[in-house]
C-alpha cells in the first residue's frame, strides 16, 4: 500500500495493481471509514478498482491541524493513521441490482465472434455472461458508465484493435475481464454483446447514475420484443 499526491488538493491510496474484489473490499473499507470519520477538509473521496481517489480543501485542512508543515502532510498522517486502526475487511450489505440485456444479435454485434475466439455457442457466451453477480467497481470514462467484474474467464475478450465511432446507449460489453454498460451514445472499443433499455444517467435525476462503486448488478435475458417495448416506454416517460 502506498499513499501519493495526485495535485495540491488530492492524494490517491493504492492497495496494488490487480483486478481483485480482494483488493477493491479493502478500498470500500477505506472509503466508508472516511465516511464516518472524515478529516476536517475532506471533499470527496473516489473509489477505483485498487485504489481511494481523496480530495481535500487545504486551507481547511491547514487551519484544523496547524502542527504539520502542510496540508498534504496533514492528510497523510491522518489517512496512515486510518489505515493503522482499521479492521481485516469484512463483509457488508450491499445494494443489489437486476438489469435486464437484449442477448440478441441486434443488439450484441460481436457475440458471434466472442464466441468464435472461445469455442463456445452463442448461448453458452449469454450464459457465462448472465450467470454472474458483478461488483462495481468504479465509475469513469463517461458519466455513468460503471466497470464491473469480473467476467467468467470462459468469456473474457480483449478490446476491439479499432473502436467504433458510435456505441448506441444501453450497449453492454466486454474488455478483458470487465463487462459494462455505455450510458449514452459514445465512442468505444469494447466486444457488445447486448444491451439494456434501463437508463444508466439521467443528470435530472436526484442520484443522476443509476450504479455506484460496491454495488452488486446482475443481468438477465429478456427478448428482442421486450426490449424494443421498454425502450419505448423509457422514451415515453
Known sequence: MRIFPIADDALVVEFGHDLSLALHEQVCQLDRA???QPFTGLQETVPA?????VFYAPDL???AYPTFPSAQAAVISYLEHLLRILPP?????RRQITLPVCYDLRCGPDLPFVAQQHGLSVEEVIACHANVVYRVFMLGFLPGFAYLGLVDAR????????????????SVGI??????????????GWQLIGRTPVRMFDPYAPQPTRLRPGDEVRFYPISYEAWLAAVDSEVRS
Open 155 to 170: 468469456i473474457a475478450t480483449p478490446r476491439r484493435p479499432t473502436p467504433r465511432p458510435r456505441v448506441p446507449a444501453g
Open 175 to 188: 474488455a478483458g475481464r470487465q463487462t459494462g454498460i455505455y450510458p449514452t451514445d459514445s465512442p468505444g
Open 61 to 63: 485542512v491547514a487551519r
Open 49 to 53: 478498482y485498487a485504489s481511494l481517489g
Open 34 to 36: 472516511l465516511a464516518a
Open 89 to 93: 475487511p469484512t463483509v457488508f450489505p
